[in-house]
């Protein structure tokens, strides 16, 4: 009996000294980055379509963080991991491995502190309804997110990022992983829940730059799992 005791305190204090960030929902979108006709700037110049599989790994419930997974190549995934409250990482894993596990360790080696340094923005940005769009015979919301300072695009060339939203997937918070945009959603509220059908960015110039389309969502029961030492969303 005093050993069964001490093993269990062992593994309590084991599991107590991680933290456990929990998903429900697995996505997988389509993103296509559009060729470029106009030489801008700071930006690499893309002569031709590009289009690639992304996953996203979701809390229906906190979205505050999220894990998006993209190919790397035939064997292995690139995953960021990004908690808005202090956490990024950029790991990799073998594509069977990541597949099949319940729980996702990060070693803190992999583990880097996290601040967004654009809240300031929201004052900047705000979120705008447009009409319903209808695709494929079925009513969409949309909205967009842009500027709201006219000599600020002017100046810095600024553009803005569309959000179809799927009316029937009220159950799940909206999905911000462009931190401009969960700092003003968390500041103002004022875009509805619901998993976006497709998100699309137009630049400056009024080009079409990248687009994601759903492919299909499932439920999962995932979990990633930090060691305290690297839990930098508490203050040490």
Known sequence: MKLLITTFLLISTYCFSQKQYEFDYLLEYEITFYKDSIKIKNRKFRKEDKTIKKYYLTNSKKNNYSAVITELDSLNYKMIFKDENGIYSNVTFLKSDLNKAEFINIDCKN?????????????????????????????????????????????????????????????HLPILNFSTAYEEWKKEGNLP???????????????????????????????????NDCDYTEKK
């Open 111 to 171: 583990v880097s502190r996290y601040e967004n340094p654009f809240k300031y923005q929201t004052k900047n940005y705000d979120f705008f309804k447009l009409n319903d769009t209808v695709i494929s015979e079925k009513t969409f919301w949309m909205y967009k997110l842009e500027s709201i300072k006219p000599k600020k695009v002017k100046r810095k060339k600024l553009g803005t990022e569309y959000y179809i939203l799927d009316k029937g997937t009220s159950f």
């Open 193 to 227: 829940n619901g998993i976006f059908q497709q998100k699309y960015f137009i630049d400056y110039y009024g080009q079409l730059d990248s687009k994601e389309e759903l492919i299909n969502y499932w439920k999962t029961d995932k979990k990633i799992v930090i060691n």
